[in-house]
T-cell receptor
């Protein structure tokens, strides 16, 4: 157990819908990262937050958005869902945003879009 | 943009065999290097990381990796694998001066036969 929790574990929804994935970082970690793992694209960085502020952006679609709340948990919102959005979404956390700081990964949320 | 190549997609070994998984990256500057492991049904966890200094890095569970700058490689090794090493292994890099977002390779699935 990494200490990072993600809910829900599984999510099945239809195209065009909107979903919210939730992540609680390890106690004491201020930085949160979101990654998408799909069969065709592999593991891709989406977005990073540090202490409530967006820190870095990767290959995140405009239909996707995220935020980190004052209690440091983070939510990833996916809207106008398409079949290709089906993937495993991982959250990770670290104490600070330095490049040398170890990221601890959560168990992931498996999203299936039908 | 950085890219990470893991040429072995699936490796099958018998217990006690030696393991070497390849990882090459493309980036002109200094990088930090990581190996993560994902056991079946579990979250990604860090095996080892390299920032600077001795290019031979030792990690958990008997794994080690060697950074060869001239070859842009960071291969993972273990002298004698066990059935419990069956997992997916991911190489990742990030930039020391940048944000802590990781660029992952496509992963290598290791199957160890008892």
């Amino acid at each position: 157990d990494s200490g990072v929790t993600q809910t829900p574990k599984h999510l099945i929804t239809a195209t065009g819908q909107r979903v919210t994935l939730r992540c609680s970082p390890r106690s004491g970690d201020l930085s949160v990262y979101w990654y998408q793992q799909s069969l065709d694209q592999g593991l891709q960085f989406l977005i990073q937050y540090y202490n409530g502020e967006e820190r870095a952006k990767g290959n995140i679609l405009e239909r996707f958005s995220a935020q980190q709340f004052p209690d440091l948990h983070s939510e990833l919102n996916l809207s106008s869902l398409e079949l290709g959005d089906s993937a495993l979404y991982f959250c990770a956390s670290s104490v600070d945003p330095r490049s040398t700081d170890t990221q601890y990964f959560g168990p992931g949320t498996r999203l299936t879009v039908l | 943009a950085q890219s990470v190549s893991q040429h072995n997609h699936h490796v099958i070994l018998s217990e006690a065999a030696s393991l070497e998984l390849g990882c090459n990256y493309s980036y002109g500057g200094t990088v930090n290097l990581f190996w993560y492991v994902q056991y079946p049904g579990q979250h990604l966890q860090l095996l080892l990381k390299y920032f600077s200094g001795d290019p031979l890095v030792k990690g958990i569970k008997g794994f080690e990796a060697e950074f060869i700058k001239s070859k842009f490689s960071f291969n993972l090794r273990k002298p004698s694998v066990q059935w419990s090493d069956t997992a997916e292994y991911f190489c990742a890099v990030n930039e020391p001066s940048g944000a802590n977002n990781l660029f992952f390779g496509t992963g290598t699935r290791l199957t160890v036969i008892p």
